[in-house]
């Protein structure tokens, strides 16, 4: 093998064009050992289509032979020719010892083109050969955490862990608590986290561990660890939500903004940051940060709907109409018509005296509004303001139907009915 040795040797120094002549050597000439060794190595190393040429020149010998067309297909596979692997594969006779592997890889190929139930098939004719084979089993566990099917999947994890902890240098306790976490089982994932982060200190593991423990209600233990893995990684973006989310739910309202402060400096186009950021800023009472925060947002994505309705709430708690109309109109350039900024546009038009509008956007927004009582209240009170007595009788009439006991809409329905007789 001395000749394999020196082609991988010149070509890791970069001398391909001596490496070659000696590979074409042994494709046309040499040994079918030499082949297959040579083959393999070059697979490795990533030189695809020689290697491919080595195997299909194999075949011309033993064109039945599995392990061959196995390894043909893996090259189609990396040199990104799913399709002709998927035809070499289908070669392989149900006798040959490599026809479990070529399931295996046919059913990955097929998940990967979303052919779910034909990739399940594979795999389960796959496991009727070897039905004691952990990678077949956790092969089916990924396929139906893919799909969503989660008991299945948990059920395949749980089934491989009795043998393995590891499959392909997959860690299968954090698999097995991601499909649990997906599922619903917060509680249940997290010994499994727990597990998988004993055997490796890994980062994805460390945030689903947090993440989990945060949607189990476990804070103090999702603060921890969003802490420890931003400890060792401060660029992971996804924590710094999530670490703000964590630290308000325990009322630490001003390390909840400073986790938010410190992922905007990680992640400076995060428009979730800045809106939860702003919302953080409302709650300890620093409404000019939150406007910062806010506007911020819109100016990443001018159609954040949530973001527009958040920061005109705030406008019109502060009495600023002209900024109220501003947002409106920002979002309807961009042809968002929200109905929530109807009412907000109506408010701000009619404090801003232009009447005629204001009872326009009010008109418009009853469509959308007219079962909720605060809207009814603020249409009603305009109404009357306009002298639409008629009009608003009507809204305080379905105002006490909607609250029989309100002392005050009885009062002022009174003096409208007395008004128009």
């Known amino acids: 093998m001395e000749k394999i040795e020196k082609i991988i040797t010149l070509l890791e120094n970069g001398q391909h064009e001596e490496a070659i002549k000696d590979y074409n050597q042994i494709l046309m000439n040499g040994t079918n050992e030499e082949r297959i060794v040579l083959g393999e190595e070059l697979f490795q190393y990533g030189f695809l289509e020689e290697a491919k040429a080595l195997f299909q ?9 599995g392990e061959l067309l196995v390894l043909l297909a893996e090259t189609f596979i990396e040199l990104g020719d799913e399709d002709q692997a ?11 010892a490599s026809f479990p592997q070529a399931l295996l890889l046919l059913a990955d190929l097929y998940q990967m083109e979303g052919l779910y139930e034909v990739s399940e098939q594979k795999l389960l004719k796959a496991k009727s050969i070897l039905p004691d084979e952990p990678i077949i089993e956790f092969a089916l566990g990924e396929l ?4 969503g099917k989660f008991t299945e999947a948990i059920k395949a994890y749980k089934q491989v862990i009795q ?17 649990l976490s997906a599922g619903g089982a917060f509680e249940e994932a997290i010994p499994y986290y727990e597990k998988a982060l004993e055997d490796k200190l890994e980062i994805n593991t460390l945030f689903s561990y947090a993440f989990t423990a945060l949607q189990a209600g476990y804070n103090k233990t999702a603060i921890e660890k969003f802490n420890e893995l931003k400890e060792i990684d401060p ?6 939500l999530y670490l703000a989310k964590a630290y308000e739910r325990e009322e630490e309202l001003e390390d909840s903004f400073s986790a938010v402060k410190e992922g905007i400096k990680q992640d400076e186009y995060n428009k979730d940051l800045y809106f939860y950021g702003g919302k953080i800023a409302l709650k300890i009472g620093k409404e000019q940060e939150a406007e910062q925060l806010f506007r911020e947002a819109l100016a990443l994505d001018p159609e954040f709907i949530e973001a527009a309705i958040t920061i005109n709430k705030l406008f019109l708690k502060q009495e600023k109409y002209e900024d109220v109309l501003e947002i409106v109109d920002l979002l309807q350039q961009n042809g968002i018509d929200e109905p929530e900024l109807l009412w907000d546009e109506a408010i701000a038009l009619q404090h801003l005296e232009k009447y005629s509008q204001a009872l326009n956007k009010y008109q418009l927004a009853y469509n959308f509004f007219k079962n909720q009582s605060e809207f009814l ?9 306009e002298g639409k007595r008629h009009e ?20 002022i329905l009174e003096r409208l009915t007395d008004d128009l007789n």
């Open 86 to 96: 998927m035809l070499e594969l289908e070669k392989i006779n149900e006798n040959d």
């Open 144 to 147: 139906f955490l893919e799909q």
């Open 392 to 411: 608003a009788a009507e809204i305080f009439t379905k105002l006490l139907e909607n609250d029989p006991s309100n002392v005050e809409y009885e009062e």
């Open 163 to 179: 043998t393995d902890n590891e499959i392909a240098g997959v860690n299968v306790h954090q698999r097995l608590g991601d499909a």
């Open 377 to 385: 209240t603020d249409y009603g009170y305009f109404l009357m303001e």
């Open 57 to 65: 020149k194999l075949l011309e010998s033993y064109p039945e032979e």
């Open 235 to 240: 660029e992971y973006h996804s924590l710094y």
